[in-house]
């Protein structure tokens, strides 16, 4: 029962996720071991969590800097909006040309700083998260991309772990 905790915060923090919680269910569990696929399971189902969460609390947080700025946060929230600004003026050729798509394939390569931590914050920060037809609610549009590219992550890396599990039982003759 500790494995599977461990296992599931370890996909919960934003410098491991799955890169890091898939490869630590195969040590804790086995790699031939049936509960090594709960494991995983586990481990998928707590970086999905991250996203959702995520992209409320950054939209509530900004909200509320956003509305506390004439006080004492004034030059926080101003350097904020110019960097969200600046951010999205950016980028606004490539979401055009990209958009979800890219969002997906991002979060899906499972490489440091390209999970749903930071697919939700780049969604963010790049107005993907809201619709402004909708009177600024947030959408589920984004947050589709960024579980596609959680699972898209999963896969590369159970694939490269169990590639690599295969090599070595060939490699040592089943040892």
Do not use: C
Not at 49 to 70: G, Y
């Amino acid at each position: 029962m500790q494995e599977y905790l461990a296992i599931l915060l370890l996909s919960l923090m934003p410098f491991a996720e799955l890169r890091g919680a898939i490869p630590l269910a195969y040590y804790l569990l086995g790699p031939h071991s049936p509960s090594r696929f709960i494991g995983i399971a586990i481990a998928v189902i707590g970086n999905l969590i991250v996203a959702p969460i995520l992209i409320v609390v950054l939209r509530v947080a900004e909200d509320w800097l956003i509305k506390h700025e004439s006080g004492i946060l004034g030059p926080i929230a101003n350097l904020y909006s110019r960097i969200v600004k600046y951010v999205r003026g950016k980028t606004q050729k490539y979401i055009k040309r990209w958009g979800l798509i890219g969002l997906a394939i991002y979060v899906g390569i499972p490489l440091p700083f390209t999970g749903a931590w930071t697919g939700s914050l780049a969604a963010h920060i790049l107005g993907l998260t809201t619709d402004d037809r909708l009177n600024g609610r947030v959408t589920i549009k984004a947050l589709l991309a960024i579980e596609l590219g959680v699972i898209m992550a999963a896969a590369i890396v159970i694939a490269a772990f169990e590639t690599g599990s295969a090599i070595l039982t060939i490699l040592t003759g089943g040892i």
